[in-house]
Each structure stands twice: as structure tokens, then as C-alpha cells.
């Protein structure tokens, strides 16, 4: 058990670092696209860029028009951030000195939901306001596979929480 108190804290820091990147990349860009700052446009205002702040070099390219930066810059950025944020909770459980708690159950629940309904939710926005994406049906298919692991996972918590309570009502 101690390998994986390893490798779950290990990825607990890296799903962090990758939360903290993705949320300031959206903020970063969110930022830059309403007030101009370290924005360049391209093709006459067909497309933008973000830049490296307070440099010239692009950072993130995209097209200038509303749902598109809505729905396929701003919120892929922002929700991966969310994802990994999540999932690194889930990696925390793993190496708390009780697994079975309600807290982790509910941390996993957390994950498992956010990976169905999230993922769903953004595509059918983006074929309903924008165009269809035949891409978001695999993204809806992975994000979704990774939510039934992380539902089992969950059951199984759910189980030895209540084996753990029954235990402790016995002593």
C-alpha cells in the first residue's frame, strides 16, 4: 500500500500543477480577449492570439468570433482545469491515512459526474450553437469511460465504508 501512497501523491501534485496551468491559461486568455492585453490579431481579425504576457510570442491561436471562443477556447481550458482539479482529489484519497470515508466517496462521486454530464452537456452546446462536432462524440465516449471507473471505484468505497462501520460498531 505504501507504492501507492507514493504514486498517488506524485499525481496528486501533477494534476494540481496541471489545474493551476489550464485555470490560468483561461484566465490569461479570458483576460487578454476582453481587454486587448497581449492579444494579436491575424488575417484581418480573422483569427487571434494570445501571447507570452508582456512578450510577442503567440501562445494560443484561435478564431475571432464569439461561440467559437466561448465554447472551444475558453471553456475547454477552464473545464480541463476543473478535470484535473477533480481528479486530483481523487488521487488525495489514496494516500489519506483512512481510505474509506465519506469524504472520499464524495470526491469520487464528484469526479464520476463531472465526467458524464460535463463533457455531454459542452458538445451539445457546440452542435446546437455553433456546428455539429463529430470529435465530441469521442470526447463524450472517453470522458464517459473514465466516469464508470471512477463510479466502480465509488461502489466499492461506498462498500468498505459500510463494512468499516460495521466493524467499528462491533468493537
Not at 498517488?8 to 501533477?14: A, E, G, M, T, V
Not at 492570439?49 to 491561436?61: K, M, R, Y
Not at 475571432?64 to 484519497?93: D, M, Q, R, W
Request: charged residues 15%.
Amino acid at each position: 500500500m505504501q507504492h501507492v501512497k507514493i504514486i498517488s501523491r506524485i499525481l496528486f501534485y501533477i494534476t494540481r500543477f496541471l489545474a493551476a496551468f489550464y485555470l490560468l491559461m483561461a484566465l490569461h486568455s479570458g483576460i487578454a480577449l476582453l481587454t486587448g492585453w497581449s492579444l494579436n490579431f491575424k488575417e484581418n481579425g480573422k483569427y487571434f492570439q494570445v501571447t507570452i504576457p508582456f512578450t510577442e510570442t503567440p501562445l494560443l491561436n484561435g478564431d475571432y468570433n464569439l461561440p467559437y471562443i466561448l465554447l472551444e477556447f475558453l471553456s475547454p481550458l477552464a473545464l480541463y482545469g476543473l478535470f484535473f482539479l477533480l481528479l486530483g482529489n481523487v488521487f488525495k484519497v489514496f494516500f489519506q491515512p483512512k481510505l474509506f470515508t465519506a469524504n472520499s466517496i464524495k470526491h469520487l462521486k464528484r469526479f464520476y459526474l463531472a465526467n458524464f454530464l460535463i463533457p455531454t452537456i459542452m458538445v451539445l452546446l457546440v452542435c446546437f450553437i455553433d456546428k455539429p462536432d463529430t470529435d465530441g462524440i469521442a470526447v463524450i465516449v472517453l470522458h464517459a469511460i473514465i466516469g464508470v471507473f471512477a463510479f466502480f471505484i465509488a461502489a466499492i468505497f461506498k462498500q468498505g465504508l459500510e463494512i468499516q462501520n460495521e466493524k467499528d460498531l462491533f468493537i
